[in-house]
């Protein structure tokens, strides 16, 4: 049986035709639209997404139109498009980088008890959710709020225009901080703070077992020549990632490193940080299914820039530690703020320690080793909750720099398994349509027909001891940093 796998991405679009055996016959990638309306906006225009969707579908379906009889599509998740009440767009997809909620971030948190609303959706008070993105436009850009009827995430409205359903999954609602995962139905307290109503938001289905007809018209659009095409919701980008490295399977823990990045691990029940720093942030991916965990904004986004804005950057030339002389270089990759509940609003990226001997592959290799240490810092919040992960892979773009591999392994203490093959994402939705359909009992007997993560990245003994105390340093610096942003970040309003 094969599928269409489309799966998108704040940076890229990708469409594959996936066999059964997980084999992608047919992939196209493209770089997604972005367009910035106003100062802070950054969104993906939806007609150019559809169009693109539409066009690499059509490409990679062309020569299987008789033969793909399911479409399963991922996307990122924290999007939020407005629909009027002719179901036409009012703005774009927001993404992580967009950063107009920090101006109402201070006053939404005025309104509420948010450990007992962090208990009840997972969310801590950030301004990437779409509440937070909600109450902006509410406050600020009553223009637009005024005339909107419909909130939906970047994933809903593909699905609308797929089949004319208004429905969501449970990967995305848990995203929106308006979703309480645990009743597993939408919260009346932060509805009523967001000032949207149920009515106004999409039916959250079962992700893994429903199956929505495909319009007519896009059926033919694209070319598949079966009469009985169905969606299969499926689940969010990473959690489409996460079926694809690890079938789902228990404290098996998954990293994706893209342009953000992730590290989670399955269980039945969802893990909260029971400190302040609320660094963890489960997602409830079905009744009974969560994927516990914390994510970045910033990964590849960082050395993007590093490399286009500052300096010629080359991921395969970072240098050893060995050889680095005298007190080592930091970074703090927060270029657009931070999944943090304290600093997130605030933070920004900073290079610490920075000395006349450093060069460009210093600055690289900061980059990469903040990254890591910022995500290891979420895996030292699952082992304080009680989570082991006995395994750790790794997926995205990321995965493919042997050096920033390795540097994940060291940061970590612990091997890291690299499925073969980029595009884990684009495998683990054809995963999840084919064990809705019932090809495959399960997601874990779909893995082991269809994934094969033979390459193991060892860690050294040295590397773990020298990362040991860097990031004993990283962490400090981060709290010390934390007023520092908040500070800095007054200047700039008033400068602006």
Known sequence: MLSLSIDVGTTNLKAGVVDEKGNILALRRVRSPVFRPEQGAVEHPGQELWDLIISLSKDVSNKYKHEIKQIIISSYQLGLIMLDKHFSPLTGMTLLSDLRARETIEELRELADWNKIYLRTGCPPMFQYPLARLFYFRKKRNDLFSKAKYFLSSKDYLIYLFTGELVTEASMAAATQLFNISEFKWDEECLSIAGVSEKSLPKVMDGFHTAIPVLESVRREIGLTSTTIDIIPGLYDGGALAVGLSGLKENIGVMNVGTSALVRAPGPKPV??????????????????????????????????????????????????????????????????????????????????????????????????GVAFSLYAVNEALENEGVKIEELRIGGGGAGSKIWTQIFADVFRRPIRVPKGEEVAIVGNAMIGLVAKNFYKSHEEAFDNMVQCTEVIEPTAEAIKVYSEYYEFFKTLRSDLGQIFIRHSKINQFNN
């Open 272 to 369: 909260f940080d029971q400190s302040e720093d609320m660094r963890l942030h489960p997602y409830c991916l079905a009744q009974g299914l969560y994927l516990n965990g914390g994510a970045l904004n910033n990964a590849a986004s960082s050395i993007n820039w590093l490399r286009d804005k500052v300096v010629p950057a080359d991921l395969n030339d970072v240098p050893g530690l060995r050889e680095k002389k005298g007190p080592p270089l930091f970074c703090l990759p927060y270029l657009t703020g931070e999944r943090d509940a304290k600093i997130g609003a605030y933070a920004s990226g900073v290079f610490f320690g920075l000395r006349d001997y450093h060069s460009k592959r210093d600055m690289l290799r900061a980059v990469m080793e």
